[in-house]
Structure formats: C-alpha cells, structure tokens
C-alpha cells in the first residue's frame, strides 16, 4: 500500500508541475477539458488491463512496466482532471 500511494502522490506531484510550469497546454474549452478527462480514464482503464497480459514476468520488467505504462497514464488522468477543475471554475466565475 505504501507504494501505491507514494505512485499516485508522485504523478500528483508531476502533475502539478506539468499544469504550472506548460500553461499553454491547458484546454481552452469546457468541451476540450471534458474531452482531456474522458480520455484520461480510458487510459487508466487501458493501463489497469496490462498485468492480465504480463502475468509472471521478472521483478524488475514489471516495475519497468509498471513506470512506463501506469505512471504516464495516471499522470494524464490527474492533469486532465485538473484542467477540467480549471475549466468548471472558469465557467462558474464567468457567469458573475
């Protein structure tokens, strides 16, 4: 468990760094924030179906999987879920 969680606080952190440091890459829209968060969890979905097909491989070629298709694929949901945060807020502010 303690793995796990340092994984997602990790891509949290990564995420948080993407969104500041390339605000040019935020959505512009609601419908393209929406779109980024759609994809951003049938990635993860896509991400959760790999050890069915990698079943008893070595130690280290699971956590080479397991860094190059779990933690870009979570990181995506985590920014994609945040543009979509930013995006709600700005459509709430706007009507003010």
């Known amino acids: ?3 796990t969680l340092m994984l997602t606080l990790g ?3 990564l995420a948080l760094w993407l969104d500041t440091r390339f605000p040019g890459l935020r959505p512009k829209t609601a419908a393209q ?3 980024h ?4 969890v ?3 979905l896509g991400a959760a179906g ?4 990698i079943y008893g491989i070595p130690q280290w070629a699971w956590m080479t999987v397991l860094l190059t298709v779990f933690l870009p694929s979570l990181v995506y949901a985590l920014l994609a879920g945040l543009w979509m945060l930013r995006a ?3 459509l709430t502010f706007a009507g003010r």
């Not at 968060?37 to 951003?40: E, H, L, R």
């Not at 790999?50 to 097909?53: F, I, K, T, Y």
């Open 88 to 90: 709600l807020a700005n």
């Open 1 to 3: 468990m303690g793995f």
């Open 50 to 53: 790999v050890p069915a097909l």
């Open 11 to 13: 891509a949290g952190l």
């Open 37 to 40: 968060a759609a994809v951003g």
């Open 42 to 44: 049938l990635s993860n």
């Open 33 to 35: 924030g929406l779109t």
